[in-house]
C-alpha cells in the first residue's frame, strides 16, 4: 500500500487529456482553422502568392494563439487575456507566481515529471501514427489521384494537417494548464 502512495499525482497531465475530450469540438475547430491555413500555404491548392501566404500565416497564428488563451482561461477566453495582461503588466503577480511556481516545483516535481515523460510518450505515437499515415498508407496516392491535392504538394500536406489537429493543440493546451498547474490555479477538485 505504501508503494501507491510514491506513485505522483498526474494532475497536470490528467486536466490536459480531460480538457482536450471535454472541448474536443472547439480544439478541433481551432485545429482545423490552423490546420488549412498551413496546407494551404505548403501548396497543397497550387502555388499561392507571398500576399495569401502571410495572410495565411496570420491565420494560423491567430488559431493557436486563440487556443492557448482558451485553455490558459478554461474555456473563457476574456479570463485567459486577462491573465496574459497580469502576468505581462504587474510586477507584485511575476513575484507571486514565481514563489508560488518555485513552491510547487519543489514539493511536486515527481508529478512534472511524470506528466512530461508520459505527454512526451503519447505525443511520440501520434506523431508515429501521423508519419505511418503519410508514408505508408495509400492515402497521399489516393489525395493525388482524385486530384483533392496538387500534382506537386508533398506528403507534408497530410502531416502538417494531422498535427495541427493532433499534436499542437494538444501541446498548447498542456502547455496552457502546465502555467495554471504550477501557480496552483487548476481547481482543487482536480487535484485530489
Not at 490536459?16 to 491548392?45: E, P, Y
Not at 496538387?150 to 507534408?156: L, T
Amino acid at each position: 500500500m505504501k508503494a501507491f502512495s510514491t506513485i505522483p499525482s498526474l494532475a497536470w497531465l490528467r486536466e490536459t487529456l480531460r480538457f482536450f475530450r471535454k472541448h474536443l469540438l472547439a480544439v478541433l475547430g481551432l485545429g482545423f482553422i490552423a490546420a488549412i491555413g498551413r496546407i494551404v500555404q505548403l501548396g497543397a491548392f497550387g502555388t499561392i502568392s507571398p500576399g495569401l501566404h502571410a495572410a495565411m500565416e496570420v491565420m494560423i497564428e491567430s488559431a493557436r494563439i486563440w487556443l492557448f488563451v482558451y485553455a490558459l482561461g478554461l474555456t473563457k477566453v476574456k479570463k485567459g487575456f486577462e491573465r496574459i495582461k497580469l502576468m505581462l503588466t504587474s510586477p507584485n503577480a511575476w513575484a507571486i507566481h514565481w514563489r508560488q511556481a518555485r513552491t510547487r516545483l519543489r514539493s511536486e516535481w515527481r508529478s512534472l515529471l511524470a506528466s512530461f515523460v508520459i505527454y512526451l510518450l503519447i505525443a511520440w505515437v501520434i506523431n508515429l501514427l501521423i508519419d505511418h499515415t503519410a508514408y505508408q498508407t495509400c492515402l497521399y496516392y489516393k489525395l493525388k489521384v482524385n486530384n483533392i491535392i496538387a500534382e506537386q504538394s508533398s506528403e507534408w500536406v497530410i502531416i502538417l494537417f494531422f498535427k495541427n489537429l493532433s499534436v499542437i493543440p494538444l501541446t498548447l493546451i498542456f502547455n496552457a494548464l502546465f502555467l495554471l498547474w504550477v501557480t496552483g490555479r487548476m481547481s482543487s477538485r482536480n487535484e485530489a
